[in-house]
């Protein structure tokens, strides 16, 4: 792994706290969206509830007090239909007012409609009936005038407490949607409301057509749960949703409200933004590791390169190369100056060691000379001796002291070829060294020279 690869390892090592915690923070930016976006799904659900519950306790005191007229608990159609006709005038279609005996069939309207129809066997007729309570009804087509509506339904009491008749509201799904689409919604935005059935009652903000269809089996999980809560579901599209929702066990009873959020819309803007930052991490990324390049080629591996052929110049045994002392950084500068004082102090010590080195074989040469001499003396007289008529014992000696003299002058010879295979040329030498010690020198090597061309010959230059 070359320098540049690990500066750039260093880098992307030394960048991943940032990158993490950057994505660490994307993480909870993104938490923090959908929990601003499940509070204000619930918020709206909630406030579109409550306005539900006004419209519904609206319709309550409206029929509470078409309940207390005389002409409702007489039951006399012309004239409970004049006085009807009257309340509901304001409403038009929106919302008619109608009144039943306790068998279910209409007495009276507010509109000229199917009289003598029977409402026996609507659910919120009989519950009402049965239980002497206002009640909401399920999604009902009026047999009135035909009509998609929401019924309603109040007892009308004697003066017995009696249940005599039912007074009954049906209001307009038309009337209902346009009530809610006052409030602008948001793209992305929609709202779903329901009877206890699933029914649908209203959809908005565009109509869809599934207004008197059932919503779809994930929208209905929550629609008898205990409090209104948040849910991210699937709506019919198959789109993802985050849902704030009322059930049918809040009051108004027995409609549901879901108020959904497109979650691809709520955070588009999030994306888009974190889309704009990892474009950019990633931009910084790359100048960053551009940056280790130039740095690594320029202010590391370039100073690496010239001491790196410094070093292959003393390889070479070019001690005339140092190491340049313009180096861009300090610490280069102070490796290379350190480099110089170590090739300095080796040359230096090399030079010392040659001279050492020189300077023992010339003292090898000179104890050499010294000892060959009288030797080669010892040698001559044994030589000359030999040659006369002496005793047997004496020859034999003589022999035997030649034998070992020039045992000893052939480890004296091997001595002087190793000196001067340690000290080179003759040239090499210090001018320096003492006058007296090279004439030796050079006479050592000229008798070395005598005895090995012609060692009787040289005797009496020895002995002179």
């Known amino acids: 792994m070359n320098i540049s690869v690990r500066l750039f390892t260093v880098t992307l090592i030394a960048l991943l706290p940032t990158l993490a915690v950057q994505g660490i923070n994307e993480v909870l930016r993104a938490n923090e969206r959908e929990r601003e976006i499940r509070s204000s799904a619930l918020s709206t659900a909630e406030h579109r509830n409550a306005e539900l519950d006004g419209i519904v306790n609206g319709i309550e005191r409206l029929l509470g007090a078409v309940a207390e007229l005389p002409v409702s608990k007489s039951l006399n159609p012309l004239e409970c239909t ?114 206890r059935h699933g029914t649908i009652l209203a959809e908005l903000p565009s109509a869809t057509g599934r207004v008197g269809k059932n919503a779809t089996p994930e929208q209905l999980t929550m629609i008898h749960a205990a409090s209104p809560a948040t849910a991210e579901l699937k709506d019919d599209q198959g789109k993802d949703v985050i849902y704030g929702y009322v059930p049918i066990t809040v009051p108004p009873p027995d409609l549901f409200i879901l108020f959904g959020v497109d979650r691809e819309r709520a955070f588009a803007s999030l994306y888009a933004e974190q889309w704009r930052s990892f474009a950019l991490s990633l931009l910084s990324l790359s100048a960053a590791l551009a940056l280790a390049w130039a740095v690594g080629a320029n202010a590391i591996r370039r100073p690496i390169e010239r001491l790196l052929k410094v070093i292959r110049g003393w390889q070479r045994d070019d001690y005339q190369v140092y190491v340049p002392r313009r180096l861009e950084a300090p610490e280069f500068r102070e490796l290379g100056e350190s480099f110089n004082r170590l090739m300095e102090t080796l040359h230096a010590h090399e030079r010392e060691l040659s001279a050492a080195n020189q300077f023992k074989g010339l003292i090898l040469a000179i104890a050499g000379h010294d000892l060959r001499q009288p030797l080669q003396i010892l040698m001559a007289v044994s030589r000359l001796r030999s040659r006369a008529q002496d005793k047997e014992d004496e020859n034999r000696y003589l022999a035997a002291a030649d034998e070992a003299v020039e045992r000893l002058n052939s480890q004296l010879d091997a001595l002087v070829t190793a000196t001067r295979l340690d000290e080179g040329p003759r040239d090499l030498l210090s001018h320096h060294a003492a006058p007296p010690i090279t004439r030796s020198a050079a006479a050592a090597e000229s008798k070395g020279r005598c005895e090995r061309n012609a060692p009787p010959l040289c005797a009496d230059a020895a002995i002179g």
């Open 82 to 195: 004049e006085t009807l006709g009257e309340l509901a005038k304001q409403y038009r279609k929106d919302l008619v007012l109608a009144i039943a005996d306790r068998d279910g069939t209409l007495q009276c309207a507010s509109i000229p409609g199917n009289s003598g129809a029977t409402i026996g066997d609507r659910n919120f007729f009989a519950e009402t009936l049965k239980t002497g309570k206002f009640s909401t009804g399920d999604y009902t087509v009026s047999r009135i005038n035909g009509e998609k509506t929401i019924p309603f339904a109040h007892p009308i009491r004697n003066d017995k407490e009696e249940t005599v008749a039912i007074a009954v509201a049906y209001l307009s799904l038309d009337w209902f949607a346009g009530h809610l689409r006052r409030v602008p919604f948001q793209p992305g935005e929609s709202l779903l409301i329901t009877d």
